[in-house]
């Protein structure tokens, strides 16, 4: 019999780092990662993902683990998976990929997210000047509606967040943004007209070796 539905490309174990992956993660944008599998163009399949923090983030009622968030191995992503077409040539930088995102959802065993506010002493967030000390909520997923201990008394429908997705980018393309970020963070202070607010956080914030995690490289 044959199989229907979505093939499975990317699989996630839940008791595994991002490294131990069978197709490990990768938390850098890059064009040689080496790709972890392939699609082809019209293809239904599924990828499995770890939360941005793979896993350092955990369902315990405390803000620990935010407070002391390592934002140099953050935003892990599955991947990278080559996309052909139906005579298998690959897709290449200047191609327009258009992606539908059919279903969203926890993998079974993980139905939770939380909310949370970065410490100041740590980086800070959007809101630093508002809630400058660590914070978090755990809300617990019950079919489309969520709850939260710490929050009592809210209950409400919404609509999981897709995380990161995009395209790697071209080694000309990453020089631009490199370049870019790189002249932000030495001038950003002098060329930028900021809110005084904004003047106590970094600009830019340049890819570095700490935390870096390639995928199969």
């Known amino acids: 019999m044959s199989k229907h539905g979505?093939?499975?490309?990317?699989?996630?174990?839940?008791?595994?780092?991002?490294?131990?992956?069978?197709?490990?993660?990768?938390?850098?944008?890059?064009?040689?990662?080496?790709?972890?599998?392939?699609?082809?163009?019209?293809?239904?399949?599924?990828?499995?993902?770890?939360?941005?923090s793979g896993g350092g983030i955990t369902n315990s009622y405390t803000a620990e683990d935010i407070k002391h968030a390592d934002f140099s191995i953050v935003h892990y992503l599955s991947g990278p998976i080559r996309v052909v077409d139906t005579d298998g040539i690959p897709a290449k930088p200047g191609d327009l990929l258009a992606v539908?995102?059919?279903?969203?959802?926890?993998?079974?065993?993980?139905?939770?997210?939380?909310?949370?506010?970065?410490?100041?002493?740590?980086?800070?967030?959007?809101?630093?000047?508002?809630?400058?000390?660590?914070?978090k909520a755990i809300w617990y997923f019950e079919g489309i509606y969520t709850y939260s201990p710490q929050i009592p008394g809210v209950r409400f429908p919404g609509l999981t967040h897709p995380g990161i997705i995009g395209t790697a980018p071209s080694m000309e393309l990453l020089n631009v943004w490199n370049e870019r970020e790189r002249e932000l963070e030495k001038n950003g202070l002098q060329s930028l007209k900021l809110c005084d607010v904004l003047h106590t956080r970094p600009l830019a914030n340049l890819p570095t070796a700490e935390g870096c995690h390639l995928g199969l490289v």
């Open 100 to 135: 539908e995102i059919c279903n969203l959802g926890p993998l079974p065993g993980d139905e939770w997210g939380y909310t949370a506010t970065f410490d100041r002493e740590n980086g800070g967030g959007f809101l630093t000047d508002h809630f400058p000390c660590a914070t």
């Open 6 to 52: 979505p093939r499975l490309v990317v699989p996630i174990d839940l008791k595994k780092k991002p490294w131990e992956q069978t197709l490990p993660l990768h938390n850098r944008w890059h064009p040689d990662i080496p790709s972890v599998a392939e699609v082809t163009v019209g293809e239904l399949f599924r990828v499995e993902m770890v939360d941005f």
